[in-house]
């Protein structure tokens, strides 16, 4: 049984991402909807005007919004079990610290603005680069679905946790793989050919184990974020890694993770390439 959470305020992409995790759990798995509000309270000394923030007035109102979610949720998932957290606390500490505890944690991807753009300044994107377990990130409009699951991988420094988590969601969605590997525009035959042999043979295991599972492997040229991204456009998950947790703000932002999150139109799953299980 695995526990998949979500972070859920009060947009519409946040309950999108909540029908995203529903739908991809599996018979026994736990869904859990966390929802933080501490932003108002931590306002009030920075204000020369008095601010009416009733916590406990702001905690039934999300309890109930979490509530009717899960509601909404059971109707069309009756067997999956949903619980609901609501805590005094902002939203980026507490879904990191909560990540500890969980398989999977998923948040909706807003329509980015500029400072979004330019900055790391989003909760998916903040979650992402901090996050203790892989985080799924359900973008603005997401239509992604019946596509292929994509895999990103470095043939010279391979992830299977990011492998199993393509071809174990590729088994609940009945998806196909596509496996993807970046190579140098300037790379010469034999290079490519190694390469080739390289991505191929790391997926021998992970064929065996899901023999029913339709698997692809394509390289690809250029810059990896733009052609990872080009490779498969169809996706219904785009899978990636990330640097490891505590990497300096340079490595996440130029980081191919996080240039998929910002760019990439379907669902993507991020996972700390240190990390094995």
Do not use: K
């Not at 992409?13 to 933080?36: N, P, Q, Y």
């Not at 492997?217 to 990330?242: F, K, M, W, Y």
């Amino acid at each position: 049984m695995n526990t998949i959470a979500v972070g859920v305020d009060l947009s519409p992409e946040s309950e999108a991402a909540a029908r995203w995790a529903a739908a991809s759990a599996r018979v026994g798995d736990r869904l859990v909807l966390i929802h933080g509000f501490a932003a108002a309270a931590a306002l009030q000394p920075l204000s020369e005007f008095e601010l009416d923030f009733d916590v406990t007035a702001t905690r039934r109102a999300a309890v109930a919004h979490l509530s009717a979610v899960a509601a909404r949720l059971g109707t069309h998932h009756p067997g999956l079990r949903i619980d609901t957290v609501v805590e005094h606390d902002f939203a980026i500490p507490l879904l990191t610290r909560l990540s500890d505890q969980v398989d999977l944690m998923v948040v909706g991807h807003h329509r980015p603005g500029l400072i979004e753009r330019l900055t790391t300044g989003s909760i998916s994107s903040a979650l992402s680069a901090r996050s203790h377990c892989p985080v799924v990130t359900v973008p603005y409009g997401n239509l992604a679905t019946g596509g292929p699951v994509v895999a990103a991988i470095d043939a010279e420094a391979p992830s299977d946790l990011a492998l199993s988590a393509a071809f174990e969601y590729a088994v609940v969605t009945g998806s196909p793989v596509a496996v993807v590997c970046a190579v140098p525009d300037a790379a010469p035959p034999a290079q490519i050919e190694s390469v080739y042999a390289r991505a191929d043979a790391l997926l021998e295991p992970w064929r065996r184990r899901f023999p029913d599972c339709a698997t692809t492997l394509q390289l690809v040229n250029g810059n990896p974020s733009r052609a990872v991204r080009e490779a498969v456009p169809q996706a219904s998950l785009l899978v990636v890694t990330r640097p490891r947790a505590g990497s300096t703000f340079a490595a996440w932002a130029g980081s191919v993770a996080r240039a998929a999150q910002h760019h990439t139109r379907c669902p993507i799953a991020i996972v700390d390439h240190s990390r094995t299980s």
